[in-house]
Structures are given as C-alpha cells and as structure tokens.
C-alpha cells in the first residue's frame, strides 16, 4: 500500500509541476507577444516628439533669406512664426503624442499584471518543490527516484525535477 500512495504522491507532484511551467510558459508567450505592440506605441510617440521638437528655418543664411523675402505672404510669415510647423499638424501630433502616451500606460499595466502573474507562479512552484520534497524523501530510496531523475523522459512530461536533490 505505501508503495502505491507514493507513486500517486510521485504522479500528483509531477503533474502540479507541470501545470504550473505550462503555466508559467503562457505568461512568457504572453510578454513575447507585448513587445512588437509597445515597440510600435515607443516608435510613434517618438515620432511625434521628433516632428513638434524640429527646429525652425535657420534664417543665418543670405540665400534662405533672400528666398524668404521674395516669398513673402502672410501665409509664409505665420508658418515661420509658428516655428515651421502648421497649425493643423502640431494638433494632430499632439492628439498623436496623447494616444501612444495613453496606449504605453495601458500596455505598462498589462506587462505589470503578467510579471506579477509569473512572480506569484514561481512562488507556487516553490512551495510545490519544497512540499514534494518533505513528503517524498522519507519515503525514496535510490529506486524509487526513477520517474523523477531529469535525465529520463516519460514523453508525457518533457522535463522532470529530481525531488531527492533539492
């Protein structure tokens, strides 16, 4: 009979583990699939910044403002007032600015909540690990720790942790 229990205890403990690293995998599939969105959320905000941040005609040169004068509307004169961007653009580079801004909180919170997902995963496998050696190592010898040797592969379970060890 105690043979039979620690072979469920054995067969519980390995399973529980193998919950919690497909687990622990889908969250880290998860963050992989969160880089390209906030790269694209990164390259659009800093694209906006750019385009608001560019520097206005230099006006140094004899040529540029030879040009100038003899195309000098009121148009003209409030476009480089304005620093050379147009009214219309700088709103919507700002709208622009305000939507990556919003998405980047927004993606920081969903990066957040997975890393805390994955913390609070590893805690669990740790407590399983430590639980499985308190209850399996008074109980395994040396052949009883087949099953759960790392260098055997059951093809159910593509990883095994060898309890005896930890």
Same mark, same amino acid.
């Given at each position: ?47 906006? @910044?750019?385009? &608001?941040?560019?520097?206005? *005609? #230099?006006?140094? !040169?004899? /040529?540029? %403002? ?34 990556? @801004?919003?998405? &980047?909180?927004?993606?920081? *919170? #969903?990066?957040? !909540?997975? /890393?805390? %997902? ?46 005896? !060890?930890?």
């Amino acid at each position: 009979m105690e043979g039979e229990e620690e072979k469920k205890l054995k067969e519980e403990t390995k399973y529980k583990i193998f919950q919690i690293y497909k687990d622990f995998l889908t969250g880290v599939a998860k963050l992989d699939e969160l880089v390209p969105v906030g790269g694209r959320l990164l390259t659009g905000f800093q694209q906006g @910044l750019e385009f &608001l941040l560019r520097p206005p *005609i #230099k006006k140094t !040169s004899k /040529l540029i %403002e030879n040009i100038l004068k003899a195309n000098e509307t009121k148009r003209l004169k409030s476009y480089l007032e304005a620093g050379c961007i147009n009214s219309h653009d700088r709103v919507e580079n700002t709208s622009k600015l305000h939507t990556c @801004l919003h998405g &980047l909180h927004d993606h920081l *919170i #969903k990066v957040k !909540s997975i /890393l805390n %997902e994955l913390e609070c995963l590893l805690g669990v496998a740790t407590t399983a690990l430590q639980m499985a050696n308190e209850h399996l190592s008074p109980l395994m010898d040396m052949e009883s720790v087949v099953g759960l040797d790392p260098q055997e592969s059951s093809g159910e379970v593509g990883f095994m942790f060898q309890l005896s !060890s930890l």
